[in-house]
């Protein structure tokens, strides 16, 4: 697991693999009211080019008004898609509509600087670039196109192009600051999926480095159950001296072995219980129903404060047995329970410096996002409960 986060960080820095959220959403939002903004602009004009048409080419001005108010329509029912088949078909209509306009204009006996389909060219001219953010030189060839058709349309009818020159010296001007100010709002998107990135990466340096500790934690608390046992039993003098304390070692060095850098996300803790409960010198009833896999740092805290507890109940509960009991209970919780008829103890005297309660059973299982609770009174056994998750409810 750690080692996939510290990739995951590493491929922060790598090669731009494409818009980010920010971006993606400003692409979205300038499609879709781009599209609103040309259509509330070409349906009025269009309506009234129509009534201004002179008189007997009412007709033709009507279907130019037709082609312009059904194209707006057609993009407002039918959103553009990503693949490039319908990015061409899109724009292929876009340019037949454009020049259909343009070039409709001596039909329509209204070439004029001031009339509607000028209106049509230079809204397009505007909404293009935020139309096609992704594709600019297609939106940018498409508005080009629509210029170039009603020119050509007005120089066909009038007979002269040099009217026509302001005209289309202001379309290019607000073709240019319009993909001028789609850049700059785009660039403060970019910006702001960079700082969303480097949080994100902050957030997996951090989750790395929580990793890491944990394991250290993990390990250096295995360290203490294995090493101390194995010391008590030195000091204690059981068994059959040598052998006993060579095969006790030999099972911490495994144990050791497998707690630091472990790749196993999930653990049978069923057989974890059911390795902690042999070559004990009591007897341990153990009563294990079906678990499922937990996640190796609660089922590595069970395991290793019921390995504690038992630790205890030899080495002062004056207990020949001990019931061991793990199930889930019905909120679908894991409830591991240690049960010994022995001599007990009031929690509440026990010396702060002693850790095998406190630190191996109860802190490491808060660590784990658990709960340990341990109950005991004097010559009435004692109780060790875990439940995992802890959901401080009961």
């Known amino acids: 697991m750690v080692g996939g986060l510290r990739a995951a960080v590493a491929g922060e820095g790598g090669a731009r693999a494409g818009p980010g959220a920010a971006e993606r959403e400003l692409n979205r939002a300038a499609e ?5 903004l040309r259509t509330a602009v ?16 009412e007709p033709v001005a009507a279907a130019l008004a037709g082609v312009a108010i059904g194209w707006c329509a057609l993009h ?48 397009t001219a505007v909404t293009f670039p935020y139309e096609w953010p992704t594709k600019p030189l297609v939106g940018g060839a498409l508005a080009v ?24 010296v202001r379309v290019l001007t607000e073709l ?28 997996r ?5 929580a990793a890491r500790r944990a394991g250290e934690r993990e390990y250096l608390a ?37 707690v630091p850098g472990s790749d196993v996300s999930r653990v049978d803790l069923g057989r974890l219980l059911a390795t902690a409960t042999r070559r004990r010198a009591v007897l341990v009833r153990s009563e294990i129903g079906r678990l499922p896999p937990l996640p190796a740092g609660p089922a590595l805290a ?20 001990a019931a061991l009991r793990a199930e889930v209970d019905e909120r679908g919780r894991i409830v591991v329970e240690l049960r010994d008829r022995g001599r007990g103890f009031d929690p509440d005297e026990v010396s702060p410096h002693r850790r095998g309660v406190s630190g191996s059973i109860i802190e490491r299982m808060a660590a784990a996002g658990g709960r340990a609770l341990v109950t005991s009174r004097p010559g009435r056994g004692t109780t060790v409960r875990w439940t995992w998750p802890d959901d401080r409810d009961g």
């Open 76 to 123: 407002l029912v039918r959103p553009r898609s990503r693949s490039r088949r319908d990015t061409w078909s899109v724009a292929a209509v876009d340019g037949v509509v454009l020049v259909s306009i343009g070039l409709g204009q001596p039909v329509a006996g209204t070439p004029d600087s001031g009339s509607w389909v000028l209106a049509v060219v230079s809204i």
């Open 205 to 209: 340096e951090a989750a790395v480095t």
């Open 145 to 168: 196109l629509g210029l170039g058709a009603y020119v050509a349309g007005s120089v066909a009818y009038s007979g002269e192009w040099w009217p026509m020159l302001p005209p289309a």
């Open 222 to 258: 295995t360290l203490h159950d294995t090493a101390s046992a194995t010391l008590l039993m030195v000091a204690a003098g059981t068994g059959d001296g040598t052998r006993r304390v060579a095969e006790r070692a030999r099972q911490d060095l495994e144990e050791l072995a497998r």
């Open 32 to 36: 879709r009211y781009a599209v609103w």
């Open 176 to 203: 240019t600051l319009s993909r001028l100010s789609y850049v700059l709002v785009r660039s403060q998107a970019r910006r702001a999926d960079r700082l969303t990135g480097r949080v994100a990466a902050r957030r």
């Open 42 to 57: 070409i349906v009025p004009c269009a309506v009234f080019g129509f009534f201004a048409a002179p008189s007997g080419r």
């Open 302 to 321: 069970v395991f290793h404060g019921v390995r504690e507890a038992l630790t205890n109940v030899e080495r002062h509960a004056e207990a020949a047995e």
